[in-house]
């Protein structure tokens, strides 16, 4: 798989942003990381899923780019696509505090959907 359409942002808020806008009409990004030895930093992993999560992204393979980034792909998640532990409980954490966009709530398990009242 190559790495196509990159995108490099410095902060979780970015990245947000980012999915905000295009979450609806992107098919994939791939997210740049700087490695812990570049000395340069970035969004982290756990904040750039966390934020995809928000809007019903996923992400997948990762892929190196040269000796102080690599690229991670984000993707919509796909309709009954199997929910990791580690998932869950993020969304969890993300519903309680209040961070899930519609987008998100949509592709939610039922065990995992807030109760309406």
């Not at 009409?25 to 791939?30: G, T």
């Not at 009954?80 to 969304?91: F, L, M």
Request: net charge neutral; with cysteine; proline share 3%.
């Amino acid at each position: 798989m190559d790495i196509g359409e990159t995108l490099l942002v410095s902060s979780a808020q970015e990245w947000r942003m980012w999915l905000a806008q295009h979450h609806e009409e992107k098919k994939e990004i791939w997210l740049i990381y700087y490695k812990k030895t570049s000395g340069k930093t970035g969004i982290t992993y756990e904040e750039s899923v966390e934020e995809a999560l928000c809007f019903g992204w996923i992400d997948g393979a990762i892929k190196g780019i040269d000796g102080d980034t690599y690229a991670g792909r984000f993707t919509p998640r796909r309709a009954k696509s199997p929910w990791s532990e580690s998932n869950r409980v993020r969304v969890a954490r993300l519903l309680r505090d209040g961070k899930m966009t519609e987008a998100g709530l949509a592709v939610l398990p039922a065990d995992l959907r807030p109760a309406t009242s």
